[in-house]
């Protein structure tokens, strides 16, 4: 079992849509739980940063994490076309970080 | 700053062919880590450094070299390349490690015939 499963998409949705991006994972130690956001041919960038359950906003961005499922969801609303692009999961424990194998994300004008 | 630069953008190389892909930091971060990025297969770790003159193997080590002589710079090698290197590779940093931030270059785009 992967130890972060992340569904690749693609994901196509028109601009002003509330977009749902998930993953899942299996190991207990992971404590920190990230949102990273990656343009075509350009380095991932961090987009949203938690470590507990519960929610965090910011802006147009919601990072929703459930310790008990196992189980993190990044909300965008009042998508952009500028949204448009690859995210990606990751979760780190102290020793190391493990990203999802990403979702790519497509805004239609 | 310039913050993490990589070098070259772009290479081709033939089988056997050995290499140095170069990265540098100018934000006096302790961590640094090499990653891989293919297609369906998300980042993965090749290795890391938490300071100079320490280097660990990450995930996917074979194949692959570092050193850590200064905090600023963490060059990859590839020792024999094989057409299975062919890939896009990262290279990032952090202050505090695998729970902090992770910035990221531009990545180098390789591919091995």
Redesign the interface.
């Known amino acids: 079992q992967k130890e972060v499963e992340q569904d690749p998409g693609p994901l196509s949705v028109p601009e002003g849509a509330i977009v749902s991006l998930n993953c899942t994972y299996s190991n207990s130690a992971f404590q920190y739980f990230m949102w990273y956001r990656q343009y075509s041919r350009k380095g991932p960038e961090l987009l949203m940063y938690t470590y507990s359950s519960g929610n965090k906003e910011d802006g147009r961005f919601t990072a929703q994490v459930d310790k008990s499922s196992k189980y993190i969801s990044l909300f965008i609303r009042d998508s952009q076309p500028s949204d448009s692009a690859t995210y990606l999961c990751a979760y780190s424990s102290a020793s190391k970080i493990i990203f999802g194998s990403g979702t790519r994300l497509s805004i239609r004008p | 700053n310039a913050g993490?630069t990589q070098t070259p953008k772009f290479q081709v190389l033939k089988t056997g062919q050995s290499m140095t892909l170069q990265c540098a930091q100018d934000m006096n971060h302790e961590y640094m880590s090499w990653?891989r990025q293919d297609p369906?297969?998300?980042?993965?770790?090749i290795h890391y450094s938490v300071g100079a003159g320490i280097t660990d193997q990450?995930e996917v080590p074979n194949g692959y070299n570092v050193s850590r002589s200064t905090t600023e710079d963490f060059p990859l090698r590839l020792l024999s390349a094989a057409p299975s290197q062919t890939s896009v590779y990262?290279c990032?940093s952090s202050g505090q490690?695998?729970?902090d931030?992770?910035y990221?270059?531009?990545?180098t785009r390789l591919t091995v015939l």
């Open positions: 993490v990653y369906g297969m998300g980042l993965r770790l990450g990262f990032a490690g695998s729970t931030t992770q990221f270059g531009p990545g």
